[in-house]
């Protein structure tokens, strides 16, 4: 992608992440784990994401943001709506908005970066190409593979485990998206298998209202608190979680 990050070899051991929501439920997050969000495409899943990478950035962190819910500009607005530039950690390349939202529209990007195919073979020589870029501690997201996923589930099984495979050994932490319901059941066994964590973001009802909740699934290795919790956004759309009796 053309940043000019080390790729030097960092030692990882005992390193990890204290990341908004996540370690809420998770506790610190160590380097080279891979999360599997399964969330509801009605829910506000999309800005518990952003909520998370802004919090990740503003406290020093690299970000890969792999756009594909909405156009990049409106992911940026959620950003200032936050409060966080992202143009200012874009510039110094400290956070990368990948365009992958344009191609699955068939539409032209004016992304800097951005996908030029939906090719799982040329998708992953890219993100091979990619990888050593970005330092151990990077905080990938990737909001959906639902799209790509969708009717070559099998192939993109293959696809899946090699692509958890680099970003694993070079350290970063990464968040990969599913929509739920849309995939056969065994397709979300595998992706589960191949993942470090699993958490759910639901749009339920609850006292006669519909709300979002988020719900700790598992983390290897870790404690997590599985406690069905409701996320709660203030007016500029900050997320946070409040127990539910």
Known sequence: MGLSISSSKQSVENLSLDLPILSEVFGRIPYGR??????DPDSQYSSLMVNIAAGHIRSGGDLLYLVSSKP??????????LGVNVEEYEAKDKAVLFDVYSIQMGSKSSEKYRSTALNLNEASIAIS????????GTLVIGESFSNMALNQEEIFGKFSRKMV????????????????????????????LVSDGVFEVRLTEHDGEMINTFRA???????????????LFDSKMKASLKLLQ
């Open 129 to 136: 190409e990619a990888v050593p870029q970005w330092p151990a």
């Open 217 to 231: 699934r598992s983390i290897k290795g870790q404690m997590s608190d599985t406690k069905l919790r409701q996320v």
């Open 34 to 39: 891979v999360i599997l969000a399964m969330y």
């Open 72 to 81: 990049v500009v409106e992911i940026r607005q959620q950003f200032h709506d």
């Open 165 to 192: 495979s680099v970003w694993r050994n070079q350290g970063t932490v990464m968040i990969a998206g599913l929509a739920v319901d849309l995939h056969p059941p065994e397709f979300y066994q595998e992706m589960k």
